[in-house]
């Protein structure tokens, strides 16, 4: 900016000295040389930017005050739990023996086709898996008042940066490589396209809050993860979820928060697992969260808590990417939304856990509410 006012400046001077018949070499010279200087200028601004960019891109969400402070997950808070661990009279078998045993789990299958970290369901547990998706959406549409949104499953990095997954976690993340175009990339969760819908809106205040759920599959990568937690169906590169987000109004956001838990709540006391809500620590917190709740459901097989759904409140940090404002009735100027999402549920790991925690000798007990989806009360 100082180079360009210089430089202006002296134009002016050259004009001048040119209607008194002056010589200009000299300032024209100094002229020609700031321009120079500008373009260089701008160029190193244009990097700097983009660095600051960067680092401020990796920089995480606040935790709310009220969050515990904590190195790791042992300084997670329990705010409740539901329900006692089975005690069995047979050997307890894991969801993996038990689905391949019913022939209706097939690993080998999904690694020829694609790889390790994939599944292929069959017959009744196929259709189990369709009919828990389809339990959570109808209780979520016609109970707890959320809309049904189908979104693409692609996304381009202007999404993925919205809601946080870039350029902290582009190794986690697959992407689609396109000769005529940016790269794509498919979506760890359908968090990111359901949120973007609202990415550089500014919506009303009677509209707020926004209640959107959608069921789509989600992809990661998971560098990293490795050891018998990933066993079966507890990490895979290709899973199912149901996702509920709301796009809510900063004074009550965390309202919104609880009546999100719960919706998650109402769901997984239904299928009558044993399950518990933890408040993370502020160290076991997602980089874009200022709160969070994980619900876990026990595994059976295991003997551990294995989670089923994380509810976040990410106040105004993906706003503030996304650009999504509001603005009150007869006021001019906006405000951040506060944005918040949660699993309601990812389907691999509650399958296993209906495997895991209603099995019989000879097969697995259906839990009542998933009957009329499913058609029969036992899979043998």
Known sequence: QEAQSRRNTLSKQIGMMKGKGEDTTTVMAEVTGLGDEQKQLETRLSELQAELSDFLMGVPNLPHESVAVGKDETANVEVSCWGRPRAFDFPVRDHVDLGEGLGQLDFAAAVKITGSRFSVMKGSLAR????????????????????????????????????????????????????????????????????????????????????????????????????????????????????????????RSYESLEEMVKHVESLVLSLELPYRIIRLCGADMSFTSAMTYDFEVWSAAQKRWLEV????????????????????????????????????????????????NNQEEKGIRIPALLIPYTGFDYID
Request: aromatic fraction near 8%.
């Open 128 to 251: 189990l898996h369709r009919a828990l998706a389809q339990f959570m959406l109808d209780v979520h549409t016609s109970e707890h008042g959320y809309t049904e949104v189908y979104v693409p499953y692609l996304v381009n990095a202007d999404s993925m940066r919205g809601t946080g997954q870039l350029p902290k976690f582009e190794e986690d993340l697959f992407h689609v490589p396109r000769s005529d175009a940016d790269k794509l990339y498919l979506i760890p969760t359908a968090e990111v396209p359901v949120t973007n819908i609202y990415r550089d809106m500014i919506l009303g205040s009677d509209q707020l809050p926004v209640k959107n759920i959608a069921y789509t599959p989600c992809f990661r990568r998971e560098a990293g993860s490795w050891g018998s937690h990933v066993r079966g169906l507890n990490r895979l590169h290709q899973f199912d979820k149901v996702e509920i987000v709301q796009i809510s109004h900063p004074d």
């Open 309 to 356: 759904s994380s509810v976040s409140n990410f106040e105004s940090f993906q706003a503030n990417r996304l650009k999504c404002r509001f603005r009150e009735k007869g006021d001019k100027q906006t405000r951040l939304v506060h944005t918040l999402n949660g699993s309601a549920l990812a389907l691999p790991r509650i399958v296993a856990a209906i495997l895991e």
